[in-house]
């Protein structure tokens, strides 16, 4: 966006700030170019809006790693409201932003140590223990804060894939499950289920896949992702000992898998004459032969 600074008062500066917190806009090039242009030394002029002001002033910084500017605005917000935990809360932001983790983290323990109730300084732990690397300490974080809010679904999202990236496949399965609970009807979270429990392999789990693969295809008929798995799935089962009936019926919902799968990229696929490319997946597919785990 092009402004220009010289014809523009504070108020109009002001206006413009709180119609972008208002649209929810970050807009943080502008806001710091504005900032230091006209309403730094005048921001005691917006009155109640000042606060509100300095916090965005303060995150805009952040993105812009105008770092002298947010310790500034925090230094501002300390003298007013001294031992605020808000105020505390942007310290951390800062010293996290600046890669000064062990101090961050300092300051985020103080926070939970005055509020344990307060989920936003747990969450920024975990996320600087995963940025360290730490993610032993990082699950262990995770699952404290779990047991405090349960029903927060991407916490549960995270800690799985904590857990895939320790290759411990049986907990990964299970935060997916605690957010299935919360959101049954989404086709992605079946699909990622199923994925899990495929990785984990033996047949329990490959029929387990089947099944959360098969309910991702109910949801979403277009997904191919889903119906590629529970191709995969059923190929297993009929390459397997199970008993015969058991077989047959895996390599007819296999066929039918491969034909929707067919279908649908051929539908969506934007390459001319494609149709050569599809055959050849489909004998890669035919002479899948997949042995039992």
């Not at 010293?95 to 920024?124: C, F, G, H, Q, S």
Request: proline share 1%; aromatic share 8%; glycine share 4%.
């Amino acid at each position: 966006m092009s402004l220009n600074y010289e014809e523009m008062c504070w108020k109009d500066v002001r206006d413009y700030f709180r119609k972008w917190r208002e649209d929810n806009e970050r807009r943080s090039d502008d806001v710091i170019q504005l900032w230091e242009a006209v309403l730094e030394d005048k921001v005691i002029k917006t009155g109640n809006e000042k606060n509100l002001i300095l916090e965005q002033v303060i995150v805009a910084a952040l993105d812009t790693a105008r770092f002298d500017i947010a310790g500034k605005c925090i230094k501002e917000l300390s003298s007013e409201f001294p031992g605020s935990l808000r105020v505390m809360k942007f310290k951390a932001m800062r010293l996290e932003a600046m890669e000064r983790y062990n101090d961050a983290l300092e300051v985020l323990d103080a926070i939970i140590a005055k509020d344990e109730t307060n989920a936003a300084p747990r969450k920024r732990k975990v996320a600087i223990l995963k940025a360290k690397g730490r993610r032993i300490e990082a699950i262990k974080e995770l699952n404290e804060y779990l047991k405090k809010f349960m029903s927060d679904q991407e916490a549960w999202q995270e800690l799985c894939n904590l857990y895939l990236a320790e290759g411990d496949y049986a907990k990964a399965a299970f935060c997916m499950e605690e957010v299935l609970l919360h959101n049954p009807h989404s086709h992605l979270i079946h699909q990622r289920l199923a994925e899990i429990r495929y990785t984990m392999g033996g047949m329990d789990n490959i029929e387990l896949a089947r099944t959360y693969f098969s309910q991702a295809i109910k949801l979403n008929p277009k997904n191919l992702r889903a119906l590629y798995g529970f191709y995969l799935c059923c190929t297993m089962i009929a390459n397997s000992r199970a008993v015969g009936t058991k077989r047959k019926e895996a390599q007819k919902m296999a066929q039918w898998a491969l034909n929707q799968t067919s279908v649908l990229t051929a539908k969506r696929s934007t390459i001319e004459n494609n149709e050569e490319l599809i055959d050849a997946l489909e004998g890669a597919f035919a002479n899948l032969d997949v042995k039992s785990m």
